[in-house]
Every structure is written in C-alpha cells, then in structure tokens.
C-alpha cells in the first residue's frame, strides 16, 4: 500500500498500531520524545520499555523529529488526552493540508468540555477520524482477534484508515457517528471506575452487575444529549468497550476504581490515569448538568473520586436513588 502513515506515541497501544498497520504499508514512521528508546526501537527493533519480548517489524522506523511527519498521508494520534492540544499545536505547519488525523485518545479536555476531535477542529478541520473498541493494546500487540469501531464526517477518511487497520486478526467497522463513538470512549471510563469501587469495597456481584446495567442505561441517555445516536452505544465501541473495561483486571480505570473502593491513597503524581480519570468525571458531570442528565453513576463515581466521599456513604446513597 502506497499511503505513508505515522504514529504519535510509542506507548503501548502506539506501539501496538504500529506493528499491526507494518504489515499493509511499506513504511511507518513511529514519533517519540524519548531518545533513548527511539534508538532501541531502530536499532534493536524492540520497544524496551512495553514490549521487551516482543520483536518489531523491519519497516518501523522511529524518530524524535516532527518533520518527519510531514509527508504522511495519516497520522494516528495515540497519546494521553493530556498531551492534545500541544501535540496538535507543534503538527500544525509541518504536516500536509490534507492528512488524515486518527484521534484514539478516550478523554475529554477540562474545563473545555471538548472531546479530542473538538481540539482536532480547533486546529485543522472536521474530517479527523475517530477510532474506538474494546482495544487492548496488549492483544492487538500479540495479533490476536480484535473489533474496533471508526467514524468520520468524511466517509473517504473512514474507507482510507480501515485500508491501513484491517488484518485477517483486526478488523474494523465503520459507523457514521463521531459524537457517539467518542463519548462511548469516555464514558466507558466512568463505568469502569464504578464497577471497580464496587469491587474494592466488594459489593455482592448481584448489585455490582446491576449497576453496570443502569451504567449502560445512563449512557445512552448521555450520548443522545449531547447529538450521539442510541446504536453507537450498542457498538463495539459502547456495549464491547464498556463491559471489557468494567470488568478487566487488565483495565486502568477498572483498577483505579478498586482501589478507591479500598480506600488506598493513590500518588497522583506518578498515576496518569487519576488525572485522566478526573478530568472525565468533572467533564461529564458538567455536560450531565448543563443537558439536564441525571445519571445515578455519574454521581457516585464523582461523589468518591472528586468529592472524597467514603465510598460506604456514596454507595448507599447510590442504592436509596438506583432503581
């Protein structure tokens, strides 16, 4: 295949698009900060720092010069919500006019209350594309079977970036609903916190798994106030998403979630997650607000994460409301 295509961030999930789209292109271009890694990844052909036991294939190259990106036809953007808006800043007048942007990021900025495809829009134009799933990084680096969805206002962008993604092993839906997918990736979270707290405190499986169900209910309400449709959150990215990250002792926020539930003090400074995590649940409380949403999990999970309620008091309160 003939489109150069280029990833921002040699983190796991980076990494692990970078093997997966080497096997359809000729050559990848993977952008890091990190010197040293970067010339473990050129000259070793091994990420050291995620993947030590996994080899990379022979045409990824890896760079810490931006403009090594500027003839790339697509660009995946697979960096923390955090590192947006100056990744975006520093791109913009070194890429092509027409690139093809790829935003993986599940995160909403604070208190912009704009999804990564907003700050896209702020920078470039609408025609990014969103990319969303039950997607751990992990197994897609060992090939195994994996669905994610993708969206884009422009149908050509979708067709281009699932050239690139699908393998016999990946394989990829487009839906036309870029509001929904990504807030599917955001609310997923917030789930996956709740469930997580439930855990930690270990609530009976009886009531933990109710309140995934009310969770899922809560974000279809969320995802049609803000202009998502109901069938994204049946999706892959909604209904996959949310139950492998509510449920995974692999996920994040799962964890983060559990040990909050544990009433464990976490380092925020060394835990990227707990910003991640907070900023989402601000954001979504806020949105929940101003569309007049009331979400019984929205509010517990802020009640614990943000407001430090003990998680006992949040949960029975949560259980007086939850029906």
């Not at 190259?61 to 990744?87: E, G, M, N, Q, V």
């Not at 093809?100 to 900025?109: D, F, S």
């Not at 609903?177 to 997923?188: M, T």
């Not at 101003?290 to 009640?303: C, G, K, L, P, R």
Request: with cysteine.
């Amino acid at each position: 295949m003939n489109l150069n295509v280029g990833i921002i961030g040699a983190g796991a999930l980076g990494t692990a698009l970078s093997q997966l789209i080497s096997e359809n292109v000729n050559e990848l271009t993977l952008f890091l900060r990190n010197k040293e890694l970067c010339d473990d990844i050129n000259n070793l052909k091994y990420n050291t720092e995620y993947y030590p036991n996994t080899k990379l294939n022979e045409n990824i190259k890896a760079t810490t010069d931006l403009d090594d990106l500027s003839k790339c036809d697509i660009i995946f953007l697979a960096i923390p919500s955090s590192a947006f808006r100056t990744t975006l800043d520093d791109l913009k007048g070194i890429v092509k006019k027409n690139v093809i942007l790829v935003t993986t990021a599940k995160g909403i900025e604070y208190p912009s209350l704009k999804t990564m495809g907003n700050l896209i829009e702020e920078y470039f134009d609408d025609n990014y594309v969103a990319m969303s799933g039950p997607n751990f990084a992990s197994e897609i680096m060992l090939n195994f079977p994996t669905f994610t969805n993708i969206a884009s206002k422009n149908p050509e962008n979708s067709k281009k970036v699932k050239s690139v993604l699908s393998t016999r092993q990946f394989k990829v839906k487009i839906i036309d609903d870029v509001i929904g997918i990504e807030f599917c990736g955001i609310l997923k979270n917030i789930n996956a916190i709740a469930n997580g707290i439930c855990e930690g405190m270990k609530i009976n499986e009886n009531a933990r798994f109710g309140i995934l169900t009310h969770g899922f209910k809560d974000t279809i309400e969320i995802v049609k106030s803000v202009g998502g449709s109901s069938k994204t959150v049946q999706e892959y990215c909604g209904f996959g998403d949310l139950m492998l990250t509510s449920m995974s002792t692999e996920s994040r926020n799962h964890t983060l979630g559990v040990l909050y539930g544990q009433k464990l003090i976490i380092d925020e400074h060394d835990s990227g997650v707990v910003f991640e995590g907070k900023n989402s649940i601000k954001a979504i409380k806020d949105i929940c607000d101003n569309n007049n949403v009331h979400s019984e999990i929205v509010d517990f999970v802020y009640n614990v994460i943000i407001k430090d309620m003990i998680p006992n008091k949040a949960f029975n309160q949560l259980w007086e409301k939850i029906e």
